[in-house]
């Protein structure tokens, strides 16, 4: 990629130190983007991805101390008129994410007070709030409702902010079998577009694709962790005779790519969810994949192990498998009242293909990587392996990282 792409909007990233900028801005680009440093800025990182129609500047701490925000709000500006002097004609600040951390609610209303100062010299530049670690999902209607609050007693604010996203930019892990889904990053991409200037924003088929690819990747994430979730599950000393033990991981995982993908709450959406992890659990074939993996002779992994390996490949085959349905329904190319055709796409994918790639898995798992290490570090190791084995059917190697495709 060249020093400068011409065509793109200007996304300012402004928040305090630790508020999650950079874990935000790898998550909306993807790990392929370049960061560059520009020359005699030495504050400013200049973050491009072809996958996403913006760039992103981070001048470091301007949502911060008085000096510090001077300072970056000053080379902010250099930067932009030595683009405009370097012929670049896509040298403004366009729009403005303003990151709020969501978890430190007693805090809101003064970082809210900040915004006005850090963005004093954007005076007419749309802002988005970014309300970042929303860990708590019932705190995060309140906290949104809370910064409207804030934001509607000071003029500009009440002018320029567009919208106020919650975001969990990466997994958060709670415990080994419960977490928190990343959440928010196609909204914010989308409101970013939709807050550009014409001529710059990008239309159509092109913006669908963009929030589309982190779908794809945030979605992977979400697979990646259940699927950690159950091998721990697994590695408790009881049989695995049946996916029942995996129901609450399960459920969780469907949930959660249910409100990636946008599936409603709705009688006919509970339909669906209904059917989904009915084929992942109390299926003939769910039961008849794992059988078919219980089968595979010659493995060198104790009882422990395998027990935890299968429990994995199951919750990352129903997770791709939920995938390609809820990606399809997204698309338009089925809806939710499509409840016999999710069955059987669900049942097609956990036949032969996916024992397949799981007895391939599995036969891995017996090899020193796994088998040399035990406990937490035995599971992590599993979790790694099936992920890089079962997550990249319907999608590149690059998702199945965490990576744009």
Known sequence: MGEHMDGYGN???????????????????GSSATQRSVRGHGRIAVYESLSIPFRVIDAGDIGGACLSRRAGSKAVKRWSKDNALDGNSDNDINVIWYCVEGKSRKLIRQQIADISRATSLWYSVPIIVVLTKSYSQLEREDNVQLVWDACSRRRRLR??????????????QLSDTNFVSPEGIPQLIEATNEAMPEGIKAVGADIAA?????????????VAA???AGIAVGAIPIPISDALI??????????????????????????????????????????????????????????????????GSIVAGMGEGTIRIFERIYQG?????????????????????FVEKATGA??????S?????????????????????????????????GRMA
Do not use: C
């Open 11 to 29: 996304v300012l990233v402004i928040g305090s130190a630790g508020v999650g900028k950079s874990t935000l801005i790898e998550k909306v680009l």
């Open 159 to 172: 002018r320029n902010v567009r919208a106020v996203i919650p975001v969990v930019a990466d997994t958060y």
């Open 369 to 401: 990587e796994v088998s040399n290490v035990t406990g937490k570090e035995q599971r992590k190791a599993l979790a790694k392996l099936l992920t890089k084995a079962l997550l990249s059917g319907a999608m590149s190697a690059e998702d199945a990282s």
């Open 226 to 228: 259940s699927t950690a």
């Open 246 to 311: 995996l129901t609450p991981i399960e459920t969780n995982e469907v949930n959660a790519l249910a409100t990636l993908y946008g599936i409603g709450k709705g009688s006919a959406s509970k339909k669906l969810l209904t059917t989904v992890l009915e084929v992942g659990t109390v299926s003939t074939a769910a039961r008849t994949a794992i059988s078919a993996l219980k089968a595979i002779p010659g493995l060198n992994i104790g009882a422990s192990a395998l027990n935890a390996v299968i429990a």
């Open 210 to 222: 963009f929030p589309l690819k982190r779908r794809r990747a945030v979605a992977r994430s979400i």
């Open 362 to 367: 599995i036969a891995k798992a017996s090899g």
């Open 333 to 353: 190319e089925h809806t939710i009242d499509d409840v016999e055709w999710a069955q059987k796409a669900l049942e097609s994918h956990l036949s032969r293909e």
